[in-house]
């Protein structure tokens, strides 16, 4: 396990919270060291990873110190839990969101969509053109269930970067993270069975448990430190519980990255209820820090945790590739992917496993955390002057999504004639809940490299959020 | 309507069941417009598809005549109505079939795999190359749930050549036929539910039909007029059948094409009893004969049909590029595909709408179906040849898979370790039933071009037969 990601979460949370005025001396190394009981290394890799997250500055022969810079906006703040599982509410916003992708005119902050134009997935698209020439019979073919082997083996070594150890024997290439996830909901649960989930959450998968007839508890998530395990651990001692799922690093919409300890926690829970955990790694290759931090599973020795993951944030999502690890699930899992759309198809595949074995995807991921980080960081600036005052902003670690919440009288859903007129695309806070939670919130996307348009549009946003709080000035619904 | 392709189903199947001997005079052009009150077009019409499916010869100045060399076997037999829907038979078998494919040295003849080492499949790869390596950005994103447009539109000019008319927007882009079927019925059947399906059926099919724990009830079918629609009614009549799947084209395994008026008897029986029909058309493109037959869908005017395909077996697999018509139930199509794997990769889409846009469609269609055909002959002959006496071959009358009844005790399941040491692929008789029928039957592939090992495997399964047959001379089991 690595000691320093839990300090520098301790830290950073301490950092974030306020704790030190901006611009203030943090504790020196041999401060540290004594408090936590770890050596003098472990701490100066935790101050370098707080770094790299831009939560301290070094300076030389002086010590560690907070940024000048450093946001002083409010993080969003937890929900409270709910007293019981809820149904799920319709998908009509999320259609509109899928929809909303095609007018190419538009400034598209809602989708969960990558930088696919970066020149570091130049090799990618040579594999691609070259697998379609010259190896053609073979990717023409079916193929094993499985997925192509060359790529499982790349993912079997992708994994121990992730802190586990795994067969290309026990992984499932999948039609994107989405078939896996549906594929381990399918696997662990049936109609009228409740899944634990973290909220806010990803919508795909909340539309996945829609779609299966089946409730969620809605775990409320603090932007730093992840689900409440507090929370967790009422609703799994009160209700018939089959399932969590949530996405512990870089988790979309938030961007928090659970802190070794909590991690830990929450498989202690998972083993006490004897629950199994649908972990969503999608982001994980993007977490800011380097080394990245490692997944749920590293921790699992049972077969506990399905872990499911795609390239479709890392590399490009239209390569619809996917996979699952499904531990002691295997059997089930497989019989669910073969019956819901055969196997994968293999031209990607192959090329892919070219693009990693050829040693190209640590260079492309390095430039993508730079500009991942680098855009949060702008745009975290835009929000603040532009939005109105009282706007909370999230703090991500790793991905391309920030969380915004303004004040409860601002419904987001208002500004939707308006966003539409000025060709600007949002995520409203509402799909990111089960329920109808969230109406003050929306998700922005930084991901496509920005151009004057993106600060034009957030300035829009900004404008049409006081338009609307100015109409309503006495309304608090939240 | 094509009253030329009912008349040469109806006069077909008469030449086929040995109403004429070999060599003998069929009805004149002149009595058989007469007799069915059709023009003289017509029946000239019906005799020349006659005589693309090998069933009659044209002599000149004299008329038409059974051809000499018509196949003196026996067709399979129609199995006998069960008397109640049954739960669905283990995947155990399906999964070795599926795993056997890896080795590259067996004689693959188990497998529904068309050929792909074609040549009029070349322009195909070149779009693939230069989709990856030119339009890569595109292809890269996450494209309309619906699938990529170019694509729908190419679908909806193919709709018109299989008698029916359909917009781009009817139409959804699923990963592979598989996915598409699955969509369709999870879309129309909760657990418990019966539907009802042609006997012997596709066994990916069947695997769908399990995992979503539905009962199946299995319709007889004719290896020429395709399901019995006496033993539909009657299953209609006593059971809360919640659909009908069957693959009225050229069918897999039996290969027959329904006869105009059956289809038509069909769909009012579903009218009647308002039940949907999920109808799988696959092979509907590799009917031997040209133009090709309808599809039920060309008879719907309500929407009932939901339309699966795939390119899977006229193009290739690898692309696993499919496609719906859900008719009235598009929307819960879309959502469940929605959930389940998100879009389907668009760059394979890219690329097969340019080769169908290219004009290589029908080209590379009019090789594969001589091909096909010609093969069917000629491994039919191998058949008589090498396998035991009271064989009974399928005259199928498009795809490539010739159906194989055995007497009784002929358990084709002892092949197996036989087969396994010979390197030789079949796919036995029981996946083909949900009930643990058709013990004494097999389906052989005759996709790939022939080679002198081709000739040698049905050799080798001829003596190997007669090896179990002589084994068991008094074991009547079926």
Known sequence: MSRYLDLANALGSRIEQGAYNSGARLPSVRELSTEYRVSLTTVQQAYRWLEVAGLAQARPRSGWYVPATLRPSALPSMVSPDPRPVDLSE?????????????????????????????????????????????????????????????????????????????????????????????????????????????????????????????????????????????????LEQWPVKAIQLIPNASNPLGYIMPEHRKLKLLQLAQRFDIPIIED?????????????????????????????????????????????????????????????????????????????????????????????????????????????????????????LWIELPDACDTLALDPMLREHSIAIAYGTIFSASGKYRNCMRLSHASAFSSRTEWAIQQIGTMLRTIMLANPEDHHA
């Open 91 to 235: 998908w009509g916003q999320v259609q509109d969101l899928l929809e909303l992708e095609s007018a190419s005119e538009t400034v598209q902050l809602g989708r969960g969509m990558p930088d696919v134009e970066t020149p570091s997935l130049r090799p990618l698209q040579i594999a691609l053109a070259r697998e379609g020439r010259h190896a053609g019979i073979p990717s023409l073919h079916y193929n094993d269930i499985q997925g192509v082997r060359a790529l499982r083996e790349e993912l079997a070594r992708l994994a121990v970067e992730a802190g586990y150890r795994l067969s290309p024997d026990a992984l499932i290439v999948t039609t994107g993270c989405q078939e896996a996830l549906s594929c381990a909901v399918r696997a662990l649960c049936a109609p009228g069975d409740i899944v634990a989930i973290a909220s806010p959450s990803y919508h795909g998968m909340m539309q996945i448990l829609k779609e299966n007839g089946l409730q969620v508890f809605e775990i409320p998530s603090d932007p730093i430190q992840g689900i409440s395990l507090e929370a967790l651990e009422l609703a």
């Open 281 to 401: 790694d999608i982001y994980g290759d993007l977490a800011y820090c380097w080394p990245r931090p490692h997944a749920l599973k590293a921790l699992d020795h049972e077969g506990r945790v399905l872990l499911c993951s795609s390239f479709s944030k890392t590399l490009a999502p239209g390569l619809r590739i996917g996979w699952i690890a499904p531990g002691r699930y295997f059997d089930k899992v497989l019989r669910i992917k073969f019956t819901s759309s055969g196997p994968t198809a293999p031209l990607p595949q192959i090329a892919v496993a070219k693009f990693l074995g050829g040693g190209h995807y640590p260079v492309h991921l390095r430039r993508m955390r730079r500009q991942y980080q680098r855009q949060r960081d702008i745009m975290s600036e835009w929000v603040r002057r532009y939005f109105p005052s009282g706007t909370r902003i999230s703090h991500p670690q790793g991905g391309f999504t």
